[in-house]
């Protein structure tokens, strides 16, 4: 099981390492403003419309961050519980 706040701070996190230009030598063809559009926004976007006590916007955020996550496994890698969500581990909300 995976802790809901603790997919939440990676999301963010994952976010805003983004905007800090974390991951510009991994990805220098691509950039931050490229990747802030790829990735960051779609997962802002995931985590806008999840509600974390509605199984069905559960099913529907997941079945999203996995497509972002598979074209993203790099950048994704970095952050464990939300990669687990996104692959289908289950959360606890407390």
Known sequence: MLDYPKVCREAFALVD???????NTEF??????ATTVEVAMPVLAV???LD???RSSILACRARLAKIASKEQGV??????LTGFALGKAITVQ
């Open 17 to 23: 390492d983004i905007g800090k230009g974390a991951f």
């Open 28 to 33: 220098s063809e691509r950039g931050t403003l």
């Open 47 to 49: 985590f806008r419309e």
């Open 52 to 54: 974390p006590r509605d």
């Open 76 to 81: 994704f890698s970095r952050y464990p519980a």
